[in-house]
């Protein structure tokens, strides 16, 4: 409950803002926290970065809307984030994002407005959700100097909840949760597909809750 008054506070700050991007964002229409999680609308959001540091670069955004079990596959969207940066060889390793490939990205201050007003009156849904928030609340600070309000849902913590107990550091991975719900295995690191993949889990998820589970009761996991 207190998380989500303290993030309709921050919706009617952004509401007084000098840019026009956050003032749409903050009056969109939001869910109620007794809407039907099955009925909700969701955009799955996965980044690419330089690393887990707190100053790493962004480097690739997918993401993709959905309602309940249907998936718009045809507004799913992946872009390139520019960086001149001097990337760091184990992360380029995994994601197969190189300085060439990054400098020739889009421009930041393009991609962001474009993923806020797709996040707009939707729940954010990654798998470490915490990453995502972090990153993008990183860069409209940096754009806008305000954090923006996410409301998120983490399919990590969620199949955590729904498996609890598993052994092994990679049990609550993306690829092993979604092999225990049968769903194909993807190719990993890379943004879009990633998104997908959080996206099929948490419907998947969704389907071992009951039929009358809320936002509100997700919220608290």
Not at 59 to 64: I, M, N
Not at 66 to 85: K, N, P, Y
Request: proline share 4%.
């Amino acid at each position: 409950m207190f998380a989500r008054w303290r993030f309709e506070r921050a919706l009617r700050s952004l509401r007084q803002s000098d840019h026009s991007v956050l003032r749409d964002y903050a009056n969109a229409a939001w869910p109620q926290r007794d809407c039907r999680a099955t009925e909700a609308s969701y955009l799955a959001l996965d980044f690419e970065l330089d690393g887990l540091r707190k100053d790493a670069h962004l480097l690739q955004a997918g993401w993709v809307p959905f309602v309940g079990t249907t998936i718009s596959l045809e507004e799913a969207h992946s872009v390139d984030i520019r960086s001149s940066a001097e990337l760091d060889d184990t992360a380029v390793t995994i994601h197969g994002i190189g300085e060439q490939r990054a400098a020739n990205g889009q421009r930041l201050r393009d991609v962001v407005p474009e993923l806020i007003a797709m996040l707009a009156g939707r729940v954010m849904v990654a798998h470490g959700e915490a990453i995502e928030r972090y990153a993008l609340q990183r860069a409209t600070r940096a754009l806008y100097g305000v954090d923006v309000p996410i409301w998120g849902i983490c399919t990590l913590v969620l199949e955590k909840h729904l498996k609890p107990r598993l052994v092994g550091s990679q049990a609550y991975r993306l690829g092993p949760s979604r092999h225990r719900y049968g769903l194909p295995e993807y190719r990993a690191h890379d943004a879009l597909t990633d998104a997908i993949a959080a996206a099929e889990l948490f419907q998947a998820q969704l389907s071992r809750l009951p039929a009358d589970a809320t936002l509100g009761q997700l919220e608290r996991r």
